[in-house]
């Protein structure tokens, strides 16, 4: 099996929180420098499920496996996510959600609470677990403390792939956070405009910016845990990786180039860019590359229509440069000049462009006002268009239509076999709602 497919690990996140005078504020972790992407990144405790973890359920105080599972809509093991959630955010953050003999919030801030903390490194090694612990000191874990707010999968491309649930917390009375100096190397708590703010300079991974974006519109504890608390569906989250000018990058779901990366590059690879870049041509599949003209940003398309004969679907405006990126780009000769709409429809740039480059190329130059269905070489149909004066170019074998600006349908588009939209200023969409993609 493909190492980028393999099945993401399950891992659980902590996202603490505490009031102040500013507002609400979260702990964020700088992460040691371990040669990954999340290397010096800020992010909130958290980390793997351990198969340890389940020994804890008879230690759990507040829910049990059943009905943590069902918060979490899985069919059983929600209990293990929480209690890494717990595990993780003491090893990491030093905060323990746990109660102790007397039935109170474990005080860690005394001599039996210091000899708490000093078990941390022998957790985090794997010298002695949880439930060892617990069952030393007479701990009882208080997992319904921690609601569950975000599901997060990585990008399918990534070396390390995680299936991340995030759960909000109040920070317990009696205690106070401390990275663990060896997974984090130092802490700060923030609220969520702070963190936020362009001139926070800490890197912030995409999972936890949206977080911290989707906590900003509460101004204390209180109002968060009251939303945090509420029955909700939770949706599951898994970007895209992309390619933009700074580097590589994720998108989300919703990201106008959401659909054209997924298409380009189904294996993750990170390669497909997330930007239209003026003068470049991409090929969007076998037989059709689109050029931006960098003047309008208008697209144009080079589509084969017959074997090794091309055309261009609407060449833009009378741009010489443009047009001669279009001869330059082009893999076989130029046959047909095509256009979506033309002069009669406003599009006069479009019109003299197509004329230009027809009279340079000697390109046949194919009209607008069609009245039935015809065909452009072999490979290509032209019907005409909703309205007066407009066509829309259809390659069947691809079911890639061509359209310009016009807004088609959905009855239209399905009669006609329609799957992907190459429009003139935008990404490749497709013609009816994806599903999600499989982690």
């Known amino acids: 099996m493909n190492g980028d497919k393999r099945q993401p690990r399950l891992a659980a996140t902590v996202v603490l929180t505490r009031d102040s005078p500013g507002g609400l504020e979260l702990l964020l972790l700088r992460r040691a420098e371990r040669g990954d992407h999340n290397s010096g990144a800020w992010v909130f405790p958290g980390g793997l499920v351990d198969s340890a973890d389940r020994q804890c359920h008879a230690l759990c ?3 049990d496996d059943a009905e943590a599972s069902r918060r979490l809509g899985i069919e059983s093991g929600g209990l293990d996510l929480l209690v890494a959630a717990v595990r993780e955010c003491f090893e990491e953050a030093g905060v323990l959600f746990a109660l102790g003999p007397e039935g109170h919030t474990v005080d860690l801030q005394g001599a039996p609470g210091a000899e708490l903390s000093a078990r941390r490194g022998a957790l985090a090694s794997g010298e002695c677990s949880l439930a060892d612990l617990c069952q030393a000191h007479a701990l009882r874990l208080c997992v319904d403390r921690l609601h569950y707010i975000a599901h997060w999968l990585t990008p399918i491309g990534r ?10 917390a109040v920070l317990p009375a009696g205690q ?3 990275h663990d100096a060896v997974e984090t190397v130092e802490q700060v708590w923030l609220t969520p405009a702070e963190a ?3 001139e926070n300079a800490r890197r912030l991974m995409t999972p936890t910016r949206a977080v911290i974006e989707q906590l900003a519109a509460f101004a204390d504890t209180p109002a968060l845990l009251a939303w945090a608390r509420a029955s909700r569906p939770v949706q599951r989250v898994l970007p895209r990786l992309a390619t933009r000018g700074d580097g590589p990058c994720p998108i989300l779901p919703g990201d106008p180039a959401w659909d054209e990366v997924g298409r380009l590059d189904p294996e993750g690879s990170g390669q497909a860019w997330c930007e239209i870049r003026p003068g470049v041509p991409l090929q969007l599949t076998p037989g059709v590359l689109r050029l931006a003209a960098a ?7 080079l589509v084969e229509c017959d074997p090794g004969a091309w055309a261009v679907i609407d060449p833009g405006p009378p741009d010489a440069v443009h047009h001669d990126n279009l001869v330059a780009a082009a893999p076989g000769p130029l046959r047909w000049i095509c256009l979506t709409d033309g002069k009669g429809n406003g599009d006069a740039g479009q019109a003299q462009g197509a004329a230009d480059l027809a009279a340079r190329t000697g390109a046949q130059l194919l009209g607008t006002n069609r009245l039935r269905a015809t065909a452009v070489g072999a490979l290509l149909g032209a019907w005409p268009g909703p309205a007066p004066g407009t066509t829309c170019y259809l390659r069947a074998q691809d079911g890639m239509l061509f359209a310009g600006v016009q807004d088609l349908p959905g009855a239209w588009l399905a009669a006609h ?8 200023r935008s990404f490749l969409a497709p013609a009816f709602p994806a599903e999600e993609p499989t982690p």
């Open 196 to 198: 936020l703010a362009p």
């Open 61 to 63: 105080s507040g829910l």
């Open 417 to 424: 076999g329609v799957e992907w939209l190459a429009a003139r």
């Open 159 to 168: 070396a390390k792939r995680f299936d991340t649930r995030f759960f909000v």
């Open 295 to 301: 003047t309008t940003g208008d697209h144009s398309y």
């Open 176 to 178: 106070a956070s401390a």
